[in-house]
């Protein structure tokens, strides 16, 4: 990973413990030093989506091994990168060891980077 995907996944991941540190001291004024702590080994739910596509069931029922799904990506745009449901970011499939894939980060979602 470079430097920079490294910078910009440590902005997401401090994006992510400050909205849910800035939720949980609204309920809890007080304890916000401790709550990022408590925080920190929370479980997320994280996707890699590569596209979307829309199909009726009868379509869907269809699908067998071999078949094509049609999504609305073309090769070489970028993936987004969804945390708990909510697009934070956006970046580009990379060729790990092992034959593994992962996510190059190139932006972070504007709209879910609090502004302070």
Do not use: C, F, H, W
């Not at 996944?9 to 609204?26: D, F, L, R, S």
């Not at 990022?36 to 009868?58: E, K, S």
Request: charged share 30%.
């Amino acid at each position: 990973m470079t430097d920079e995907a490294q910078t910009t996944a440590g902005t997401v991941a401090e994006a992510v413990a400050e909205e849910a540190a800035a939720e949980q001291a609204e309920t809890k004024p007080g304890d916000s030093g401790k709550t990022i702590d408590a925080m920190l080994n929370v479980g997320l739910n994280v996707q890699i989506v590569l596209g979307r596509t829309r199909m009726p069931i009868a379509q869907l029922l269809k699908l067998s091994r071999g078949s094509i799904i049609e999504l609305d990506k073309s090769i070489g745009q970028p993936v987004e990168v969804v945390i708990n449901d909510r697009l934070v970011a956006r970046g580009d499939l990379v060729k790990l060891p092992d034959d593994r894939l992962g996510v190059s980060l190139i932006e972070i979602v504007k709209d879910y980077v609090s502004e302070e």
